[in-house]
């Protein structure tokens, strides 16, 4: 996608959604039943109910992000094609906006958290920057705070392409339990909007995020806030395996399929390595609508006192 086209379904995704089935619900088997006898029963010892010492049945909520702030570069995101925070309404802010309205409404009560992964099936399909913008649109919303999470550990280009200062990331906090992974993050003065670089490259990262330690750094970060979501953008699918480790960890997987670009072939293939996600979504990526379609962002630009 760049700044002239939009998101749309397309016959390429309805002929993917007829092929695939891209729910994953998993279903536990329940315990069978037991008989416990009576005489049993009548000699249980009696149950002592405790009491919990003050505040030890307290909630835990993930701590707060403390880190130095730094400023987006407005100036590079427009050259770059991307929505602006404040910015005047454009077609695709309003497309990016009913897709956050879908995917926000999908993750509520969701078991595995509010985590997107953002990914497709070679580089070049646009997943980067349809991560960047989603994470900007949903910034936008109020009482909501959205961290953007640098998971391409072979090609990171998240920081730089908002014009931040990079350091220590995930991969760090990772592969260093002395590391918290809340100093890691990045703040910016977007106030909602904080990235997390994916720090030094190892050759252990599928490792690492099939790790116990993965889930609770996800807890950590999230535990008590559902006004928090984590945004992941992932390597691609078909070049490493990582992205197919962080689909384990998505409520909802957003499949980047570039118009005219992404073959059939390779759609299929990626779509069989996210069996691990909550569910799967396609986005179509740089295509354009026609004249009769939807024309976001021409009501806003002329408005009138007719209108």
């Known amino acids: 996608m760049n700044k002239h086209s939009s998101l749309s379904n397309g016959s390429l995704i309805e002929r993917a959604t007829e092929i695939y089935d891209f729910s994953a619900a998993l279903r536990g088997r329940a315990a069978p039943d037991v ?48 929505l602006l925070p404040d910015g005047a309404v454009s077609a695709m802010s309003e497309e990016f906006r009913l897709l956050k309205r879908d995917l926000l409404a999908q993750l509520a009560d969701d078991p595995r958290g509010n985590h997107i992964l953002v990914c497709s099936a070679h580089s070049g399909e646009g997943k980067s920057f349809c991560a960047i913008n ?47 992974v809340e100093d890691c993050i990045i703040r910016t003065d977007l106030l909602s909007l904080s990235v997390l670089p994916a720090g030094r490259r190892s050759n252990n990262d599928t490792e690492y995020l099939s790790s116990s330690r993965t889930q609770a750094l ?33 409520a909802i997987a957003l499949l980047v399929v570039r118009a005219d670009q992404t073959s059939e072939s390779a759609l299929r293939d990626a779509a069989s390595m996210l069996k691990g996600a909550g569910q799967v979504q396609l986005l179509l990526n740089g295509v354009s609508f026609s004249g009769t379609g939807r024309r976001f962002g021409s009501y806003y630009a002329t408005g009138g006192a007719d209108e």
């Open 218 to 250: 996800l807890n950590r970060l999230t535990e008590g806030r559902p006004d928090r979501v984590i945004i992941f953008d992932s390597p691609p699918l078909l070049a490493a395996s990582a992205g197919a480790v962080l689909a384990s960890h998505a």
């Open 35 to 82: 008989d416990v006898p009576a005489e049993a029963l009548a000699a249980a010892p009696p149950v002592v109910d405790m009491v919990s010492p003050l505040g030890a049945g307290a909630a835990v909520q993930a701590p707060e992000w403390t880190g130095p702030v730094q400023p987006i570069d407005r100036i590079a995101l427009a050259e770059a094609g991307y």
């Open 134 to 180: 989603l994470a900007l649109s949903l910034a936008a919303e109020k009482e909501r705070e959205i961290l953007l999470v640098d998971a391409d550990f072979g090609k990171p280009g998240i920081p730089e392409a908002l014009g931040l200062t990079s350091g220590p990331g995930l991969m760090d906090a990772l592969a260093d339990t002395t590391i918290s």
